[in-house]
Nanobody, 120 residues
Framework: VQLQASGGGLVQPGGSLRLSCAASGFTLDDYAMAWFRQAPGKERELVAGSGSTTLYVDSVKGRFTISRDNAKNTVFLQMNSLKPEDTAVYYC?????????????????WGEGTQVTVSS
């Protein structure tokens, strides 16, 4: 089982990035998928999740969009209007079932993370 996140990088404020998370060893159909992020000195937080519902943390609503292509076993996070406070390592995670959880302990599989830096 593996989750491979990619697409991070350095972007100026107001710019966009698209993160991808490719899953192998299991079928996305059976899992709720989520993106978390962790900034230095802060706890890992849910950014967006996709299952029976779609959830976003308030700070990214209207700017970020989570989507999934179950046929390709891949989940995406489109990030627009990026701000310096979005700087963090972004992780994708999978939780068996359809419920999107806010707590990290409810997720079964994790990717290694991809760095997103928003700076001028």
């Amino acid at each position: 089982v593996q989750l491979q996140a990619s697409g991070g990088g350095l972007v100026q404020p107001g710019g966009s990035l698209r993160l991808s998370c490719a899953a192998s060893g299991f079928t996305l159909d059976d899992y709720a998928m989520a993106w978390f992020r962790q900034a230095p000195g802060k706890e890992r937080e849910l950014v967006a999740g996709s299952g029976s519902t779609t959830l976003y943390v308030d700070s990214v609503k209207g700017r970020f969009t989570i989507s999934r292509d179950n046929a390709k076993n891949t989940v995406f996070l489109q990030m627009n209007s990026l701000k310096p406070e979005d700087t963090a390592v972004y992780y994708c995670a999978a939780s068996r079932g359809v419920k999107v959880y806010r707590l990290t302990r409810n997720y079964d599989y994790w990717g290694e993370g991809t760095q997103v830096t928003v700076s001028s």
